[in-house]
T-cell receptor, first 114, second 110 residues
Framework: DTAVSQTPKYLVTQMGNDKSIKCEQN?????MYWYKQDSKKFLKIMFSYNNKELIINETVPNRFSPKSPDKAHLNLHINSLELGDSAVYFCASSPTPGSSEKLFFGSGTQLSVL | DAKTTQPNSMESNEEEPVHLPCNHSTISGTDYIHWYRQLPSQGPEYVIH???SNVNNRMASLAIAEDRKSSTLILHRATLRDAAVYYC???????????FGQGTRLTINP
């Protein structure tokens, strides 16, 4: 069983479309994250949720809306996609926010906006 | 966010030890030192972390300088599967995120 799973693995779409990326973790963790890795390979945190509540929003455009229906799921919905949104998006989870415990990452969703 | 400095790239040979350095001169007393690695086309993977004392696990060892301003990740016997980007990260206890730097791209020669 994959600990943190994301779908889809690849997403190719046109500018202006709306798309969603789903993430699920089966580790029983309280905290989930979305990270973005751009073409220069820098990994930047976008959002963090603890037990379905938003705790970090790193000045991400409001076209990006995370939704956490329960603490095992954190989905990312993106409206009006732009060329600059092309990147690899990683979901992650950890036991508790602010602890020194490790993060578990999914294998990523490569988003290409044409 | 406290900053780390790592070499952009390093190269080593298979079955030899690898020492990956990290400088973190602005570390504070409650910052943990974390190491992650990212294999090609995969998400980051936890390697090891420590606060003050050296740490060992099945993947690697972490040697932390006495003043904590630098650390070294040690892969005791590199294999081709260890080729990856290795990230050294300072994680403030109580902070709710990890801030990744540029990392070190490690190449392993057969």
């Amino acid at each position: 069983d994959t600990a943190v799973s994301q779908t889809p693995k690849y997403l190719v779409t046109q500018m202006g479309n709306d798309k969603s990326i789903k993430c699920e973790q089966n580790l029983g963790h309280d905290t989930m994250y979305w990270y973005k890795q751009d073409s220069k390979k820098f990994l930047k945190i976008m959002f963090s949720y603890n037990n379905k509540e938003l705790i970090i929003n790193e000045t991400v455009p409001n076209r990006f809306s995370p939704k956490s229906p329960d603490k095992a799921h954190l989905n990312l919905h993106i409206n009006s996609l732009e060329l600059g949104d092309s990147a690899v998006y990683f979901c992650a989870s950890s036991p508790t926010p602010g602890s020194s415990e490790k993060l578990f990452f999914g294998s990523g969703t490569q988003l290409s906006v044409l | 966010d406290a900053k780390t400095t790592q070499p952009n790239s390093m190269e080593s040979n298979e079955e030899e030890p690898v020492h990956l350095p990290c400088n973190h001169s602005t570390i504070s007393g409650t910052d943990y030192i974390h190491w992650y690695r990212q294999l090609p086309s995969q998400g980051p993977e936890y390697v090891i972390h420590g606060l003050t004392s050296n740490v060992n696990n099945r993947m690697a060892s972490l040697a932390i300088a006495e003043d904590r301003k630098s650390s070294t990740l040690i892969l005791h016997r590199a294999t081709l599967r260890d080729a990856a980007v290795y990230y050294c990260i300072l994680h403030l206890y109580g902070a709710q995120k990890l801030v990744f730097g540029q990392g070190t791209r490690l190449t392993i020669n057969p």
